[in-house]
Structure formats: structure tokens, C-alpha cells
């Protein structure tokens, strides 16, 4: 199978025209943007915030042997 050619693209665009209107497609790329901007502005946010430290040493302790003789 091959790719659509140019003619193909411009069909298929006519036609995705006709079905939504300019008004509807303008409005669902106005949607998409916001939500990618609100997406990159949460990832902003988690970059901000420092990450708690645990220590390993502290939390890790080996069990201590008790030996019953």
C-alpha cells in the first residue's frame, strides 16, 4: 500500500471542512493547546518542588542477631 498523495490530503481535508466548519476546528485547536500548556505547566510545577531525602542509613537497619545459648 502507498502513501496518500497530495490530492488524497486535500480530499480528505475538504471533507473534515465541510463536516465541522472552520469555527469547530479552530475551537477544538484552541482546546488542545490549553490542555498542553496546562500539561507543561504541571510538569513545571513538579520540577519546583524539591524531592524529600530519605536516609537509607536510618530507615535500613540490618536486624540485629541475638544469640540464645
Known amino acids: 500500500m502507498h502513501a496518500p498523495g497530495i490530492w488524497g490530503?486535500?480530499?480528505?481535508?475538504?471533507?473534515?471542512?465541510?463536516?465541522?466548519?472552520?469555527?469547530?476546528?479552530?475551537?477544538?485547536m484552541s482546546e488542545v493547546a490549553t490542555g498542553i500548556k496546562a500539561f507543561q505547566k504541571g510538569l513545571?510545577?513538579?520540577d519546583d518542588k524539591p524531592v524529600d531525602?530519605?536516609?537509607?542509613?536510618?530507615?535500613?537497619?540490618?536486624?540485629?542477631?541475638?544469640s540464645k545459648r
Not at 531525602?53 to 541475638?66: G, L, S
Open 9 to 28: 490530503i486535500l480530499v480528505v481535508a475538504v471533507v473534515v471542512i465541510l463536516l465541522f466548519g472552520r469555527g469547530k476546528i479552530s475551537g477544538m
Open 53 to 66: 531525602c530519605v536516609d537509607i542509613a536510618k530507615t535500613a537497619q540490618p536486624e540485629k542477631k541475638t
Open 44 to 46: 513545571k510545577d513538579d
